[in-house]
């Protein structure tokens, strides 16, 4: 089908995972001709791209295909990713920063080679140094706090090199780049098993396979913060920076902070069950993290702001309910 002259054409990279489909979906309903591309199909069925490429973006042959001289923007969020259970073990350091750091080279030299201007890039909260972040209940995650830099994981020192990457191509090229750093994005039709899953479908997947009066195991002593933002504002605040006139970074992420056995106990609540949670040993990434909105309300003039349970509420009930659909198999 032909689109119109007015259409805008948008290209997804990661359009497979989590957040790329929820974005894909929110691009079609705002008009876009959208093509999403990715190594798999979004494994919920949220794919609503009016032409998906199932393609390795660290191939330039790929790359080279779906970046195209009639796209508007572009949205690169393909990387190699996941939770605590895979990021902080340190055995998949070497892929998670060749990968994804491959992804960005070649979808930039692509753009310059095919001239197109503006582009997303999804960064992370993991880029802020760990040193800020020792104390549970007063971690530094201001956007110029950034400096010294000091990670706490190699996924982290590379969304920071990538960063880098795509400014100097703004001041070189002349891209018209925008970047967020996005605070443990959740909802439904994301990742909650198979050991990628990130905290909140991790809790949300332990507590719904529980029996009443049964035990939930929670790594670490549960006395780590974290704040988490539902996918829907996350969407939002993409939208947000795009249409405005500032590149970044900026954190996009709620500041509403929870530790994580009180996560734990909110979900529990939601699911009216009795359930004891026991700490164990295990990855936990950084003491505390919360997002600082005071950039992005001076910037864009807008924050998150859906109470925490909302949208705990919602991930709880789709994931309980593929939970059962899996038993049923």
Known sequence: MLTSM??????????????????????????????GVDVKQNEFGNNYADEFVTGDLRNPQ????????????????????????????????????????????????????KGIKKVFYSSSACIYPEYNQLDPDNPKCSEESAYPAAPDSDYGW??????????????????????????N?????????GGREKAP????????AAKDGGVIDIWGDGKQTR??????????????LMESDFSGPVNIGSEEMISINH?????????GKNITINNIS??????????????????????????LVAGVSKTYAWIAEQLENLQMV
């Open 201 to 208: 479908a991790a809790v949300c997947r332990k507590v719904a």
């Open 62 to 113: 790929v790359v080279a295909e779906v970046v195209t001289d009639d796209l508007f923007e572009v949205y690169q969020l393909a990387a190699d990713m996941g939770g605590a259970g895979f990021v902080f073990t340190g055995t998949n350091d070497a892929a998670i920063m060749h990968n994804s750091a491959l992804i960005n080279l070649n979808v930039l030299e692509e753009m310059v080679k």
């Open 263 to 271: 996560f734990a106990e909110m979900v529990i609540g939601i699911s």
């Open 158 to 183: 590379e969304k920071l090199f990538s960063e880098r990457l795509f400014l100097a191509y703004a001041r070189n090229h002349g891209l018209d780049v925008k970047i967020a750093r996005f605070h």
């Open 227 to 240: 704040s988490f933002l539902l996918v829907d504002e996350c969407i939002v605040g993409i939208k947000k």
């Open 282 to 307: 295990g990855p936990t990434g950084v003491r505390g993290r919360n997002s600082d909105n005071t950039l992005i309300k001076e910037k864009l003039g807008w924050a998150p702001s859906e109470p």
């Open 185 to 193: 994005i959740f909802g439904p039709q994301g990742t909650w098993i």
């Open 6 to 35: 007015a259409q805008k054409k948008a290209l997804v990279c990661g359009a497979g995972g989590f957040i790329g489909g929820h974005l894909v979906k929110c691009l079609k309903q705002d008009g876009y001709w959208v093509r």
